[in-house]
Nanobody
Framework: QLQLVETGGDSVQSGGSLRLSCALS?????????LGWFRQAPGKEREGVAS???????RYADSVKDRFTISRDNAKNTLYLQMNSLKFEDTAIYYC???????????????????WGQGTQVTVSS
């Protein structure tokens, strides 16, 4: 059974950095056309943060562009999210997600993803 396990969430001060990891088990990263990171803050809807397709093409939400970097290590079967210059408003539970569907690009819509991790908490203090 496919499992996505996120790690790396923590409490940091504003301006700090964190790297989230999402390890996939029982299935190769190659089998997924789209991989993404999403987040959900209390009282808010889940939103797409970053995505990467099987060709390595990335997409970012405007709110994180130039601060966050998504990457994939196929050899380690792991997806990453490097987060720099963190802000208070980045506080949320972060989820990784995977999809085998091919849309020509990796979407930032949560509805497009079938497989999800359990989430990891990121808290940024101002």
């Amino acid at each position: 059974q496919l499992q996505l396990v996120e790690t790396g969430g923590d409490s940091v001060q504003s301006g700090g950095s964190l790297r989230l990891s999402c390890a996939l088990s029982s299935r190769s990263l190659y089998s997924f056309r789209s991989l993404g990171w999403f987040r959900q803050a209390p009282g808010k809807e889940r939103e797409g943060v970053a995505s990467i397709d099987s060709n390595g093409v990335t997409r970012y939400a405007d709110s994180v562009k130039d601060r966050f970097t998504i990457s994939r290590d196929n050899a380690k079967n792991t997806l990453y999210l490097q987060m720099n210059s963190l802000k208070f408003e980045d506080t949320a539970i972060y989820y990784c997600a995977a999809s085998t569907a091919y849309l020509g690009y990796a979407p930032l819509s949560s509805a497009s993803y079938r497989y999800w991790g359990q989430g990891t908490q990121v808290t940024v203090s101002s």
